[in-house]
Nanobody, 115 residues
Framework: QVQLVESGGGLVQPGGSLRLSCAAS????????MGWYRQAPGNERELVATIPSGDVTNYANSVKGRFTISRDNAKSTLYLQMTSLKPEDTAVYYCRVRATTRDYWGQGTQVTVSL
């Protein structure tokens, strides 16, 4: 059973940085895309950034220029480097792997941006 495990969340002051990691416990075949999503209290889950197979990346307008998605295939790990964090970035962040047979989701990691 493949599992995705996120880490790296925490409390950070506005303007600070965090790097989230998402490690896959097993091999996933037929990957279409990998991405990060977030959900703030009272809001729907929203896309933050995706990286399809290849080097193309996509970002939500709200994080462009501040967040960077990347992956290390050798380590089966997805990353999200977050800089210039704002209070409105506060949410639970989830990683997602879309494969030909199913979607995989992590359990989420809390990011709180506050003084």
């Amino acid at each position: 059973q493949v599992q995705l495990v996120e880490s790296g969340g925490g409390l950070v002051q506005p303007g600070g940085s965090l790097r989230l990691s998402c490690a896959a416990s097993g091999s996933i075949f037929g990957i279409i895309a990998m991405g990060w999503y977030r959900q703030a209290p009272g809001n729907e889950r929203e896309l933050v950034a995706t990286i399809p197979s290849g080097d193309v990346t996509n970002y939500a307008n709200s994080v462009k220029g501040r967040f960077t998605i990347s992956r290390d295939n050798a380590k089966s790990t997805l990353y999200l480097q977050m800089t210039s964090l704002k209070p409105e970035d506060t949410a639970v962040y989830y990683c997602r792997v879309r494969a030909t047979t199913r979607d995989y989701w992590g359990q989420g990691t809390q990011v709180t941006v506050s003084l």
